[in-house]
């Protein structure tokens, strides 16, 4: 059955936009979310600086507040996106015939791998909150990261399953797990479309454990938990792709991937004594070895093609993950123990 579509009489006499004024309310759009992002970072920094001049908190307990850091978040990205709106122009808006007919190829795509990842870490955090002791949603993660969480000292002592497990997991219930779903969603959508979701779920496996071997190997120290190292994987692998395939794509595609990167890059040199930089870092150079190896460099080779092992790969790997998060299930609830 073929569906026809008639325009009606208010479409036929709707204005259409130049491109200059399409230009224009497109930096409006960018001003008026760069300004909430500015004043829900201004209401939050001036409330705890009120709170510091008061003397409930400690110069060092400000500095530690995930509030503050979201914050400062708000600050950055308000000045950030006023800047880049100032900036914007046609050339980073319309996108080549060819990259448009190739994203409209990828539009049918549906995420199925990104919500299976995605609906795994929920599930986790649940048994998490369900297990936790903790005396607010804010503490979730401390007990579950000494069951499951990557404990250094554990690991090399041959508790190396905790190098995936500690991805299941996320503390400060339920920002951690907000942040990391959406980021995994967003740039797990993205792999899913313009390349295969096999890659999606190998990407993100790998990078996991490299972040998690990194963070072992430069903070011995420290207990780790989220799947932030997975996730950066996924913005390495995308800001290569982005290289190799930039005709294929927006103008601003990598762009963007570097900017993510600056900001995560940003955040984490701020939040230090609560992000693992070197997880990131690891899951990072992962990705993006991952992406140097299997994009292809020939623009007429398609990259959403792939191999019968790959895919078969990419199902394993998927499985991996989904058999990870019910390790952890079982070991939140006790029903078993490494």
Known sequence: MSL???KSEEEDDAPQLTPEEFLKNQKTAIRRRSLWFLAFGVLITVFLLFELAAGFVTIEELFRSIFFILGLFGLTGGIWGIYYAKKLSLKDLIPSPEATNFIRQGQLTKPFYSYILVGCL???????????SAVSILDVGDKSAEIAGLVKPLVLKGEYWRLL???????????????????LYGFGNLIERLSNRAHLATVFLLAAIGGGLFSLFFMPDVISIGASGGIM????YLAVYGY???????????????????FITAFGIVAYQI?????????????AIYG???????????????????EISGLIALGIFIFTCILSVLLLMKFVKL
């Not at 929920?122 to 936790?132: A, P």
């Not at 994987?233 to 390495?236: E, N, V």
């Not at 190799?244 to 990167?261: A, C, E, H």
């Open 4 to 6: 026809q579509y008639e």
């Open 122 to 132: 929920v599930v986790v955090s649940i048994f998490q909150l369900l297990t936790e």
């Open 165 to 183: 497990t500690a991805a299941t997991l996320h503390g400060f219930f339920p920002l951690h797990l907000y942040f990391n779903a959406q980021a």
């Open 233 to 236: 994987g996924l913005i390495g």
């Open 244 to 262: 190799r395939r930039k005709r294929q794509l927006p103008p601003d595609f990598l762009k963007s991937m570097l900017i993510n990167i600056g």
């Open 275 to 287: 992000v693992d930089n070197f997880g990131h870092l690891g899951g990072l150079v992962t990705g």
């Open 292 to 310: 140097l190896v299997q994009i292809p460099k020939d623009l007429h080779k398609n990259p959403r093609q792939v191999s019968a092992t790959a």
